[in-house]
């Protein structure tokens, strides 16, 4: 297993489009044991293989306290969705900015799991809102996108700064 490194926004390859899976085979099994180290570590309720510059349709999301509910989603589709939901949201990829965005209340979610078995799951709330932002990122979206052009330049001015001033 390996941790790695995760994207900053603005990174224009946080924009790239992931291309679907086409087998859950080894490669894919060892992505998602790098993407739940990853997330763990950092820590995280979720992570799509966009933020760890794969191009590929793969999000795995724990939203348990106890870092024991790891849910493997390959080429996750939301087949329904319901109702009107708004968290403050976090992003990986966008450390210290913290946003309400207007997300479904509900989805209905259907992927393959790390067997290579399709599924379907209904989620609620935080579960549906943490599926929505790593889906948005397999389509190159961040949650930054909702906000006002004021908050996002804000937000991208301060990210870039941090990130000259790391290196
Ligand atoms: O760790 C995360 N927390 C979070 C909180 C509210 C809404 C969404 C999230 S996802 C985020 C991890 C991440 O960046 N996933 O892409
Ligand atoms: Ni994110």
Known sequence: MAFREILHYPDPRLRIQALPVARVDQEIRG????????????????????QINVAKRVVVIDISPDHNDLRVFVNPVIVHSEGVYGIEEGCLSVPGIYEEVERAQKVRVEALDGTGARFQLEAEDLLAVCIQHEIDHLDGKVFVDYLSRLKQQRIRKKLEKQQRLAM
Do not use: N
């Open 31 to 50: 992505l998602i044991r790098d993407m739940a180290e990853t997330m763990y570590k950092a820590p995280g309720i979720g992570l799509a293989a966009t």
